[in-house]
């Protein structure tokens, strides 16, 4: 079966930190783009960040310089870093793979 399991999000204060993780099962992460969407209450679901199966990155405006996406082939992972978290940041973040998506993990910051 294949399936994408995000773990990793809390409620976290504005000014910190927290580390997603996505773990896949099923199929072989590393012959895929990656990429991390978020979805805020009442809003659209955008792209927060992606990884090529070559380690190439690319961020959204709002999150340069205080998230990081990479990816650990070896244990078919890709994690996205999360520093400087703002209110805004608040949202429900996913994972996907193609056509697959995760399930979410909730990420709230307060202030």
């Known amino acids: 079966q294949v399936q994408l399991v995000e773990t990793g999000g809390g409620l976290v204060q504005a000014g910190g930190s927290l580390r997603l993780s996505c773990a896949a099962s099923g199929i072989m992460f590393n012959m895929y783009v990656v990429k991390w969407y978020r979805q805020a209450p009442g809003k659209q679901r955008e792209l927060v960040a992606s990884i090529t199966n070559s380690g190439s990155t690319n961020y959204a405006d709002s999150v340069k310089g205080r998230l990081t996406i990479s990816r650990d082939n070896a244990k078919n992972r890709v994690y996205l870093q999360m520093n400087s978290l703002k209110v805004e940041d608040t949202a429900v973040y996913y994972c996907?793979?193609?056509?697959?998506w995760g399930q979410g993990t909730q990420v709230t910051v307060s202030s």
């Open positions: 996907n793979a193609f056509a697959i």
